[in-house]
């Protein structure tokens, strides 16, 4: 039943269509047999389907359904589109994927140090699972997480740092799934070595040889196809004499969502192969879904506060940029090693990358974050950070709108 309730406008479309189909044809036959023979009428018909068929083809169901039965692709690993059996596979066990309530990462969530354990090792657990949840209200996706939000846990350590990671896929997974950490030295960022099956747990030790501000993914597969489900987050290993302190830190990363439907649609959206390679997201968003950092980021007046932005990619290169605020600092591309960038106004956030921003809040109001490549705000990449106190009349003197954009 809940099924039905997701797929509901799909079904709609689908019987409008067949009803179209065969009173258009039944017209057609109608009108045709005035003037000719019944063979000739039926020939004429079918002329009529044959075309339709032909025309409606390459630009409707298929990519509705988004498992085009011919695609080729020339990656390293597999097809990105999803293996026709998993149609059959995902319906089958619809129900007895999670539902989750709030994908999004509360952008405040993030350890402040960095816990090591007894012996000296950062210990490190995360879990993989396929879950539903709202992308916006009344949009429905199957996203793929590191432990049930977009994006994954905020991993912290220290340069020099022995690391254990151990990785679980949830039992219910339809697909193997990994972890690549840009922040590891070694094969595959240990992908290789943290392919789990369904149920199944590995883990990696691995040392954090360079500071940095790192995205992590998952890798298996067509690990394209695997991040646009919201499988990445960020993993930051802080210089060994550790980051200068600050009042506010966040955890903000952007990414691409590939729907079938149009922008806003109700309903289970299914992934659409042909707008991935494309390069043309539906939705382009921060922390996993539209509306994710619209009351989670506050400020006071004279703070300052620290940005950890990534960019899960898997297509577009962030424009990231706070309206109302200049970067004090930025540490371009991550990079924690050279002395950062000052007094920047957009700075770029590579797919699979990220950057590191600080700036001091003087102004109370509300500061928007977007992408400012600005048609996607319209696809969702926006929030707001909220400042409160005390008014400089010296620093800005004018109208101020609450609640809202600028
Ligand atoms: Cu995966």
Redesign the pocket.
Known sequence: MELLFYLWQYLVEGFGLIIAYVFAAIFIFLVLRQFHSRKITAALVAIFIGVSIAFYVPHGMPKELAYPLALSSFGPGERPDLPFRNVFHFFRNFNNFERISDIAKDPTDLPKTVVYGEDGVVEINVT?KEVIAEMADGTTFNY?VFDNTVPGPFLRVREGDTVRLTIHNDETSL????IDLHAVTGPGGGAAATIVAPGESKTLTFKALNAGLFIYH????N?GL??T?G?YGLILVEPKEGLPPVDKEFYIVQGEFYSSSTLGRDGLQLFDTQDYLDGKPQYIVFNGKTGALMDNMTANVGDTVRMYVGNGGVNLVSSFHVIGEIFDRVYREGDLVSPPAEGLQTTLVPAGGAVMVEFTVDFPGNYVLVDHALARVDRGAWGVLHVEGEADPSIYDGDIQSGGGH
């Open positions: 993989t793929w697909h193997p799934h990994n998952c890798a298996f597969g690990p695997h991040m489900h499988m």
